[in-house]
C-alpha cells in the first residue's frame, strides 16, 4: 500500500501494478519512453519533445492558486496498468471495478468509462 502523506479524502489506497511505468521526473529520456510505450509516429514524438521544451521554460503562475510546492521531478508521467484494453465492465479486473465503486463512479458512468479504455 502507497504511504499518503496527506489527508486522503477516499480513505483508501490500492496497491499499484503496472506494465510499464516511466522513472519519477520528466527528461527527454521519459519523453520518447511514453512515446515508445504508445507506439506513436515518429512526428507524435518530436511533437511531445517540443512540447518538452516549452513546457521547461514556462514560469510558474503568480496568479491562482499557490502551485509552488508542486514538485515535478517526483511525479510519475506514464503508467499502464495492464496490457489489455476491455470494452465493457464485465470485463474490467475486480480491482478497477472496486475502485470505481470506493469512489462513487455512478453506473451510468461504469459503463461508458469501461468501453472507452477504463483509466485506471
Request: glycine share 4%.
Amino acid at each position: 500500500m502507497p504511504n499518503l502523506d496527506f489527508d486522503y479524502k477516499y480513505g483508501f489506497a490500492m496497491p499499484e501494478t503496472s506494465v510499464a511505468k516511466t522513472k519519477r521526473g520528466l527528461n527527454k529520456k521519459v519523453v520518447r519512453e511514453i512515446s515508445a510505450y504508445k507506439k506513436e509516429a515518429r512526428w507524435m514524438c518530436d511533437f511531445r519533445l517540443n512540447s518538452y521544451d516549452f513546457f521547461k521554460k514556462m514560469k510558474m503562475p503568480q496568479w491562482g492558486a499557490d502551485i509552488s510546492a508542486i514538485n515535478f521531478d517526483d511525479m510519475i508521467y506514464f503508467l499502464r496498468a495492464t496490457d489489455k484494453r476491455e470494452r465493457s465492465w464485465d470485463d474490467l479486473p475486480k480491482e478497477i471495478k472496486e475502485t470505481y465503486d470506493k469512489i462513487g463512479v455512478p453506473e451510468h458512468e461504469k459503463k461508458w468509462l469501461a468501453g472507452v479504455s477504463a483509466q485506471y
